[in-house]
């Protein structure tokens, strides 16, 4: 499983990353530290939910009442 990097757009394995940084629930992949540091100054540009992965740790099931 690959991830874009919101910054330069390129592919990196999960396990490959610089940095993955958490914005909202969403896991951004950072190739390096140029990116990171392109990505903290410009969050608004970069953090979009649809370039990262969502975090799994948040989990919210509704749970519903039949009886
Ligand atoms: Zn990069």
């Not at 649809?50 to 919210?60: C, F, M, P, V, Y």
Request: one cysteine or more; proline letters at 6%; a positive charge.
């Amino acid at each position: 499983m690959s991830y874009k990097d919101p910054v330069c757009g390129k592919r990196i394995n999960r396990g490959k990353a610089h940095m993955i940084i958490e914005i909202e629930g969403v896991n951004y992949f950072l190739c390096c530290p140029r990116c990171q540091t392109e990505f903290e100054h410009n969050l608004k540009l970069y953090a979009r939910p649809e370039l990262g992965e969502k975090a799994r740790k948040i989990q919210h099931y509704p749970v519903k009442q039949h009886n």
